[in-house]
């Protein structure tokens, strides 16, 4: 019998989002999928309906994934838990299990994802899907820019907050903005952030104002 899994899926990047959303209905499961992004909206989902699944980033931009694996693990300590990233950090991985979670999957080999859900939930998926994936959300014309990644981009990595930069100048995570593109260019440069901070301090000892350079790797 083929179970219809309740599945919470927490991914800030929509283009990963609708990747794991393929690659699930591609191998025959039969689901429901409801995708959060902050602590309240994690939280909210787990009282209206407790899945029978939850998949996450272990890096969110307003949430870590061993913070949502805590309010999981509090909440519903019977959901399973699996995370889906791009890291390949062994110590990473190591804590992952430490800390509870059931399973992990490297973004790059989704083709196990099916595996690693059919053995942390003991449903097993029906026949893979023939007919191509449709968005249920998107229309399929719509859907195929968004799967579309840069081939290069230029990465601004601040050496004194530690945070990074896209082109845009929004602060995002290192490994999932190198993990869409073929090629980085990372530029240490000091945010503007960091940059005032410095010169307000320098103002107030009564030292000269200085210039912070740029530092290409």
Known sequence: MNTNLRILLLEDNLADAKLIERELFRNGFNFSLTRAQTEVEIRDELAAAPPDLVLSNHCLAQLGGF???????????????????????????????????????????????????????????????????????????DMLPQLCFPTSGVLLLCPRCHQARDESGQVVPLEDYCYHRLKSLVVRKVCENCSRTALDAAATSGLAPFKLQSEEN
Request: net charge negative; hydrophobic share 40%.
């Open 67 to 141: 913070e949502a694996l805590t309010i999981v693990h509090d909440l519903c300590p019977t959901v399973p838990f699996i995370f889906v990233s791009g890291s390949m950090d062994q110590e990473l991985v190591h804590d992952m299990y430490e800390e509870g979670a059931s399973d992990y999957v490297f973004k790059r080999e989704l083709n196990e994802l099916a595996s690693v859900v059919a053995r942390a939930t003991g449903v097993q998926p029906g026949p893979a899907a023939a007919a191509p994936y449709r968005d249920r959300d998107t229309p399929p014309a």
